[in-house]
């Protein structure tokens, strides 16, 4: 049995912080942040994050010129997206991190960095998300998968623009296999009596034998299954289209997914 078990309440003692961003510098965290989507499958160019750091929060922004990153294999989808570490094999080689489709091979060389890929901890992101049907927002983990299948996925949270209303919404949450024979599909929507539009707070805690979720401190889903492989970070703002016209009228953007600050804790050794 796991002897620290899921509070109703968060409970951050005997966790000590390790990775704190507040975007309140002139410019982007380079040694936590690659700001680049699965760059491996698509071109730098396509897969840059578009974001801008104002009044200490990062404004992870889609803009009316925006390409789609990936439309070979993902069609309109437009992304900017942050990510902590990034994995690939040669040009040309199918290895690489979160293969979302098949055919997938690698089109520009990678540096290969892991900057900040823990295993086991909490973590938390304080965002406002938006209620545009086009748009969707994140912060997920993805396994750094050096090996193949270490290739599971942990949703912190997930907010599709059409789930979003005046007083609440639901998010999604959960871990899902992908590639990981280990795991089982643990995704849920939840439904939370919140304003997702104005900031609010959400954390996993990701132990050896749970991810148990909590939004505003408050628990709201417990999965009784866990991941023992390093996972990287994935915070980002997508826009989706069913053909090839972009979805919103030119006034509408830019789209903005702001994100008030990102933190990881670990468990605090023992004395």
């Known amino acids: 049995m796991d002897a620290h078990q899921p509070s109703e309440l968060l409970?951050?003692?005997g966790y000590e912080l390790v990775v704190e961003d507040t975007f309140e510098g002139p410019s982007l965290m380079e040694s936590l942040w690659v700001p680049y989507y699965l760059p491996q499958w698509s071109t730098g160019e396509a897969s840059a994050a578009r974001y801008e750091l104002v009044d200490g929060t990062l404004r992870l922004l889609i803009e009316a010129d925006q390409a789609p990153w990936c439309p070979e294999h993902d069609g309109w989808l437009r992304v900017s997206s942050l990510q902590t570490g990034v994995f690939a094999g040669p040009v040309g080689s199918p290895i690489g991190q979160h293969r979302f489709a098949e055919g997938l091979?690698?089109?520009e060389a990678q540096e290969n960095r892991s900057l900040y890929a823990p295993t086991y901890g909490l973590f938390e992101v304080r965002s406002k998300a938006l209620a545009d049907p086009a748009n969707m927002v994140a912060l997920w983990m993805i396994g750094?998968?050096?090996e193949p299948e270490h290739s599971g996925e942990i949703l912190v949270m997930e907010i599709f623009g059409r789930d979003v209303r005046e007083a609440s919404a639901t998010v999604g949450m959960g871990v899902r296999p992908h590639q990981d024979p280990a795991l089982v599909d643990a995704f849920e929507q939840v439904p939370v009596a919140i304003d997702v539009r104005e900031f609010h707070t959400y954390s996993a805690e990701w132990t050896p034998d749970h991810v148990?979720?909590?939004v505003d401190d408050r628990l709201v889903k417990i999965v009784r299954q866990s991941i023992a492989y390093p996972?990287?970070?994935m915070?980002?703002?997508y826009e989706f289209a069913d053909?090839?016209?972009p979805p919103s009228p030119a006034g509408a953007y830019p789209k903005a997914f702001i994100v008030d600050w990102f933190r990881g804790y670990r468990r605090a050794a023992k004395p």
């Open 11 to 13: 409970d951050r003692t």
């Open 144 to 146: 750094y998968q050096e």
């Open 105 to 107: 091979v690698v089109r």
């Open 231 to 233: 996972m990287q970070f």
């Open 235 to 237: 915070l980002s703002l």
């Open 212 to 214: 148990a979720h909590y």
């Open 243 to 245: 053909g090839p016209e």
